[in-house]
């Protein structure tokens, strides 16, 4: 078995892992890294976990997510619906500053805008909503604006990887202009690349992330 077709099972294996996964048919293809994956599932949630199952297996450089939704037979909410039940859901989380957000249902498409302060309440405000029934995707175009007054410290980062497990043996250089990230330097997957960016985001003033990390692990 070459480095494609063992990549390409590997993914398959993690894709039927999922729970949520493991009736649903999706078609993987793997060269040099990059993997499509393709086919059919009956809600976005699935679309998410297929996309986020194929990032953590070793020797995934990149991912392309070709998966069509047909929500069948099953009760749709329309636009309106959908709208409604995200505002209800927002307003229900913590984590959610629901009076800072904006909302726009079109043809199933999500629209999120507004203004936060944390990367972790943007994150929330998607997550939050992607098992709704009807949405057929999401763009999250909420902004970071931080309200901390905190000189953001390279080394309270770099000291945050070597604390994680999963980052302590990469060699991530880090730089701060502004209060805005930049992260350089080869990570082992895709996992590690977004994972490197969700510490970082997690720095007291942080306002913006150019996570330049490459994916180098070979088979």
Not at 13 to 34: F, Q, R, S, T, Y
Not at 60 to 78: P, Q, Y
Not at 115 to 124: G, L, R
């Amino acid at each position: 078995m070459d480095k494609n077709e063992q990549l390409q099972k590997d993914v398959q294996d993690a894709i039927m892992w999922e729970p949520l996964l493991n009736a649903a048919e999706i078609g993987v293809i793997a060269k040099d890294g990059v993997v499509t994956l393709t086919g059919v599932v009956d809600n976005y949630s699935k679309k998410i976990e297929a996309e986020n199952a194929a990032k953590k297996v070793n020797g995934v450089k990149a991912v392309s997510e070709n998966i069509k939704i047909n929500f069948g037979t099953s009760d749709k909410m329309n636009d309106t619906e959908i709208a409604t039940e995200i505002l209800n859901v927002f307003k229900s989380n913590w984590e959610i500053p629901s009076e800072l957000l904006k909302v726009q249902v079109e043809n199933g498409w999500v629209t999120l805008d507004g203004d936060v302060s944390w990367n972790f309440e943007k994150d929330a405000a998607k997550k939050s909503i992607i098992h709704l029934p009807g949405i057929s995707g999401v763009s999250n175009n909420i902004r970071i604006i931080s309200a901390a007054k905190d000189i953001v410290e390279e080394k309270d980062i770099k000291a945050a990887f070597a604390r994680n497990w999963s980052m302590a043996d990469n060699e991530i250089h880090v730089t701060v202009v502004n209060n805005k990230v930049t992260l350089v330097g080869m990570v082992n997957s895709l996992y590690q690349k977004d994972e490197a960016e969700r510490i970082a985001w997690n720095a007291p003033g942080v306002g913006g992330m150019d996570n330049q990390l490459v994916v180098g692990c070979a088979l």
